[in-house]
């Protein structure tokens, strides 16, 4: 009940499902936990084909803007690092390197290896690479990742469910632990200032 209120496949929902994905593009973590919870929340095949599409859409925009603002600041961050010496003598060869391997990085980094997502994409956009490769490895890199997440949520809804329900009952009990030593620990300073008062 209360996964389907917070992760259902409601417009709303689905809004902040594409909102929190594209923010994913710039470095901002959790799209991962919303696509799987949105597919865990979808009860019919067509719900999760459209929290798929809703994913790998937003994945998709948001890598490419992410590559388009590195892109624009890309002249004035080199020219403020051409300062530095290790800058001016490594970076042919870390360009030469990177463009080498840009596809295998881009592609394998947008569902394999998600930590280096958002670099990945930052380092395109900073060196300048050629747009159409820049899609050409993101495009079904972010399907891929649209469509598995789903699905895990999808197949292990209960496993979900359970994990969803475990991490609300540690968060409450937390929070009543938090409760329960600030209540004493008030009592105690009342209790010795009423002592104090007293004598």
């Known amino acids: ?25 710039f470095g901002v973590p959790g799209g991962v936990i919303w696509l799987v919870a949105t597919g865990a929340a979808a009860n019919t095949p067509s719900e999760l084909a459209v929290v798929m599409l809703v994913g790998s859409s937003a994945a998709i925009l948001g890598d490419f803007s992410a590559y388009m603002l590195a892109r624009k600041f890309s002249l004035r961050l080199q020219r403020w690092l051409e ?9 042919p060869r870390v360009k030469s390197g990177f463009e080498k391997s840009e596809f295998f990085i881009l592609f394998f980094s947008r569902f394999l290896i998600q930590s280096l997502c958002a ?52 968060v409450t009990l937390l929070f ?24």
């Open 119 to 170: 670099a990945a994409t930052y380092v395109s956009g900073f060196l300048r690479l050629k747009k159409r490769k820049f899609l050409a490895a993101i495009v079904p890199g972010e399907i891929i990742y649209g469509c598995a997440f789903s699905l895990l949520g999808f197949f292990f809804e209960e496993t979900w469910k359970d994990y969803t329900t475990l991490i609300g009952d540690i």
């Open 83 to 91: 300062r530095f010496r290790f800058y001016r003598k490594n970076e």
């Open 176 to 199: 009543l632990a938090v409760v329960v030593f600030f209540l004493i620990r008030w009592a105690v300073r009342y209790y010795k200032l009423s002592h104090k008062a007293k004598g």
């Open 1 to 25: 009940m209360i996964l389907s209120v917070l992760f259902g496949t409601t417009t709303t929902n689905l809004v902040v499902l594409f909102v929190v994905v594209f923010f994913c593009a």
